[in-house]
């Protein structure tokens, strides 16, 4: 049903202008989706005020992704704004004649069409923030989807922390309703979750689960520390759309910009973890900054 109210929707859309539109397509409904939005379209109606911008919402099925996409190129709409990687390469392949911005995505797909927003961490970079953190923690429970991209980040996690003489406690699910049976299964002193859109979700169980065994749950977005996470090391969601958005706006006026932008990580820290594991970012944050999200 949503499929076919998706297309209806496209209808009535397609018959609109669309010379001064802007897309915006988030794949799932998630905390850091909605703070990616909110810094897209704070920042766009800033500088360009007199474009309409246009949310899109896939609601994580990929029918429902393509038919919007499909739609969008029918409209001819000229600036197409994507988050996450499998989108950004669809609207690539969907979207023939309208500019494409990646937003946390990476990769060698930006070209002469398309900019990206790169909010990745490395896998060496991570596991650093890690040991500094927790100097003494001898295990840590990571809970991935069961996904090509992830699976390098945890295989690679795996040997730093065996290199590091520390356990890594991997726990893959196909989908979030796994999490319930995962969740019985953590053996770690932490909780673990990646740039992971199916594990997060379904982060209030984790998020319960956390405080039911007294560990950290430490993520790598700002939208789940809002919901509870006690930390992320990462990039702001916030700032990967207004960057997103910048870039779209200097498109528009015809500035020349580099196709691909790097946000730094900072520790992002929930203003109701408890003060000793505040106390130990701040002491490990080195060359990173540290905020307190509310």
């Given at each position: 049903m949503r499929y076919y109210l998706t297309c209806l929707a496209a209808f009535f859309i397609a018959c609109q202008d669309s010379s001064k539109t802007i897309a915006l397509i988030l794949p799932v409904e998630a905390p850091a989706m909605i703070d990616i939005q909110d810094g897209f379209v704070s920042e766009l109606k800033k500088s360009h005020p007199n474009y309409k911008i246009l949310i899109k919402k896939g609601l994580g099925d990929p029918n429902i992704m393509q038919s919007i996409l499909k739609s969008l190129d029918a409209q001819k709409v000229p600036y197409v704004a994507t988050v996450g990687v499998s989108l950004t390469k669809a609207a690539q392949n969907l979207c023939k004649n309208a500019i494409i911005f990646g937003l946390a995505a990476y990769g060698n797909f930006a070209n002469k069409s398309t900019y990206v927003v790169e909010d990745e961490i490395g896998p060496e970079t991570l596991y650093k923030s890690l040991i500094t953190i927790f100097p003494n923690m001898k295990?840590?429970?990571l809970i991935h989807a069961q996904d090509d991209k992830i699976f390098g980040e945890v295989r690679a996690?795996?040997?730093?922390?065996?290199?590091?003489?520390?356990?890594?406690?991997?726990?893959?699910?196909?989908?979030s309703n796994d999490l319930q049976t995962v969740c019985e299964h953590i053996s770690g002193e932490a909780i673990l979750i990646l740039k992971d859109l199916t594990v997060?979700?379904?982060?209030?169980?984790?998020?319960?689960?956390?405080?039911?065994?007294?560990?950290?749950?430490?993520v790598c977005d700002e939208g789940s520390v809002k919901a509870g996470a006690n930390y992320a090391f990462g990039v702001s969601e916030c700032e990967i759309g207004k960057q997103g958005a910048d870039m779209v706006a200097a498109v528009i006026d015809g500035q020349k910009i580099p196709h691909v932008h790097t946000l730094a990580p900072t520790y992002l820290v929930s203003e109701r973890t408890p003060e000793h594991l505040k106390e130990q970012i701040y002491k490990g944050a080195g060359q990173y900054n540290v905020r307190v999200v509310n």
């Open positions: 295990k840590i429970t996690l795996q040997t730093l922390m065996k290199q590091g003489g520390k356990e890594l406690q991997c726990l893959p699910i196909i989908n997060v979700s379904g982060l209030d169980l984790l998020i319960k689960k956390a405080r039911q065994l007294n560990i950290a749950l430490i």
